[in-house]
């Protein structure tokens, strides 16, 4: 697999602790294993972070070109997903294929306005293998996963969110360097320090098959999306319409 031109190898490993807090309100601790691939240049800005993400080959097969977190730095919360899908590879934007859409509606019932969050992913670059004319979506491993980690890592610390959000399995093992099932740790959480939320990937919604647990679990989203926006505080809300 061809490394990231920007960064090199991992030089060292670190192992911080975060906890998990579970949705009666008990934590427990978990380990994080830290990939700490710094760059001999520490990005100061989202822009040369950005230029560094974008100058890299991608680690994962078959992708092109990364696609770069999105929104303004200093949001109130950041929305993290698994990585780009085939529209959003080939937009060049996160979450704009069906998921995000879906993402974009719940959003907009929750009264969290997309254009004053921060929207990124774990992995930086679409994985896929070709079959016909159809790219198919391949989940990102945990290698790679914890190959991305720098660069969120970094990306988070420039956004300062209020509120990290995590959508989905991949960006939970992201955060806080361990699987752990979402049913059970739905809710807040604390990802190192930083102050968190767990919650389903979009995606997740979409492959429910039969009507009625689909629309159950899109409220149970939309009201997860509510508690988010009351812990993030007033300036996420969507501004009033005057019409
Ligand atoms: N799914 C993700 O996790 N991220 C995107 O940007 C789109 C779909």
């Known amino acids: 697999m061809p490394e990231p031109n920007s ?3 991992a030089r060292n490993s670190r192992i911080r602790n975060a906890s998990l807090r579970r949705p009666e309100g008990r934590t427990r601790t978990a380990k994080i294993a830290t990939t700490a691939s710094a760059p001999e240049e520490q990005p100061k800005t989202l822009a040369e972070l950005n230029r560094a993400i974008s100058a890299a080959r991608p680690f994962v097969p078959g992708a092109m070109h990364a696609v770069l977190g999105e929104g303004p730095a200093g949001a109130a919360i950041a929305f993290v997903g ?13 979450f704009v294929g069906p998921a995000g859409q879906l993402l974009n509606r719940a959003m907009s019932e929750a009264g969290i306005d997309r254009n004053r ?9 679409f994985k896929f293998v070709q079959r ?6 391949q989940k990102p491993t945990a290698g790679e996963i914890r190959h991305y980690r720098w660069w969120l890592d970094k990306e988070l610390a420039l956004v300062r969110p209020r509120l990290i959000v995590a959508l989905g399995a991949t960006a939970v093992l992201a955060l806080a360097g361990k699987s752990v099932p979402i049913a059970r740790f739905r809710g807040e959480a604390d990802f190192a320090g930083r102050r968190g939320y767990i919650t389903v990937h979009p995606s997740f919604l979409l492959r429910i098959p039969e009507r009625d647990a689909k629309r159950r679990a899109y409220d149970e989203f939309v009201a997860d999306l509510r508690a988010i926006r009351a812990l993030a505080g007033s300036s996420v809300a969507r501004q009033a319409s005057t019409r």
């Open 82 to 94: 698994e990585q780009p899908g085939d529209q959003e590879d080939l937009q060049g934007r996160p």
């Open 132 to 137: 016909g004319k159809h790219r198919i979506h």
């Open 7 to 9: 960064m090199p190898p």
């Open 117 to 125: 969050s921060y929207l990124t992913n774990a992995v930086k670059h």
